[in-house]
């Protein structure tokens, strides 16, 4: 099968056709909103620093943004706080599951903005007062990244809000700890709420070219971050995004990413492109084998790993 190394005339759609006949994985059913996803679905974006958005059939698909959400929190933070998130978090790579109920040890801060300790931490450090505020201002700063004005599937917020367990616990720990500033409660809704942010590739590759343009919205021209913080953000992603399989990541597909449990994948390569690709069936760590798959052609057919130059 023959596809261009140029991402405007690269065939999506012949790579999605070929990932599709991968059936391997599981759906994450946490949620019942989520175990209902249907594991055919795959969607596939790119978005170019000339704005150019190039996406393959269901890239229009919605679906929650879930941990996907995370390096854009991490942003919101660090602009919220003119950078003093940093000291309140680490950026270790932990090499556990993404809601392990641990924090780093000597600090008891999370240990890296990608784990849900972490996520919790920096939605609870946005500007807001209360609740509602925080939850408006992470709206319209997501909604910023994406180009567009996002929307809250509210069932989806509640049954994470209710059903998230281990992310109260975390939240508890991280009072006890002194990490956490507001209520647990309050900080379980909050990141509950942006885990249920409705995207679809299109929109998420968007938000990832916006980090991965240095802060500027390559469609909307909107400066959302410094380009400092755009650099933090993506750093972290190469080396916590994809939870304990952040390693084998970097190795194979060489491209910052965030994973999340609805199957979206959101990718930044720096000064090239900003991607996205959903497909609900997880491996072991939680990422989506069809997304895997997908990464690791992209990175080599378009040469974006950030340790390679050629590409094949
Ligand atoms: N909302 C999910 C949770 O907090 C997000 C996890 C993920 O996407 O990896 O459990």
């Not at 660090?78 to 950026?91: K, N």
């Not at 400066?223 to 990541?249: K, L």
Request: hydrophobic fraction near 40%.
């Amino acid at each position: 099968m023959s596809r261009s190394s140029d991402p405007r005339t690269y065939d999506l759609d012949a790579l999605r056709d070929q990932v599709l006949s991968e059936h391997g994985g599981t759906v994450n059913d946490s949620i019942p909103q989520l175990g209902a996803a249907d594991p055919g679905l795959c969607g596939i974006a790119l978005v170019l620093p000339d704005g150019t958005v190039h996406s393959s059939a269901q890239a229009d698909v919605p679906f929650s943004v879930q941990s996907a959400v995370k390096p854009f929190l991490f942003a919101l933070a660090l602009l919220d706080t003119d950078g003093a998130a940093c000291d309140r978090i680490g950026i270790e790579p932990t090499g556990e599951a993404f809601d392990a109920i641990k924090l780093e040890s000597g600090t008891g801060r999370p240990p890296n903005p990608m784990v849900n300790a972490g996520a919790l931490l920096t939605a609870a450090l946005v500007d807001g007062g209360d609740v509602d505020g925080r939850n408006e201002r992470i709206l319209r700063g997501l909604s910023a990244f994406a180009g567009r004005s996002l929307e809250v599937d509210e069932e989806i917020a509640r049954a994470e809000h209710l059903l998230g367990d281990r992310n109260h616990a975390l939240a508890h720990l991280m009072r006890s700890e002194g990490t956490l500033q507001v209520s647990a409660d309050d900080a379980v809704q909050v990141y509950a709420r942006a885990c249920a942010v409705l995207v679809d590739a299109e929109t998420l590759a968007v938000m990832g070219a916006t980090l991965a343009c240095n802060g500027v919205n390559p469609v909307t021209g909107e400066r959302v971050v410094p380009a400092g913080i755009a650099r933090d953000v993506v750093s972290v992603m190469a080396t916590c995004g994809v939870y304990d399989g952040s390693g084998r990541w970097m190795q194979s597909v060489g491209i910052p990413a965030k994973s999340s449990v609805s199957g979206a994948i959101v990718l930044s390569a720096p000064g090239r492109l900003g991607a996205a690709v959903v497909s609900p069936p997880l491996d072991a760590q939680g990422t989506s084998v069809r997304g895997r798959l997908v990464s690791d052609r992209l990175s080599a057919d378009l040469g974006l790993h950030a340790f390679g130059s050629t590409p094949d």
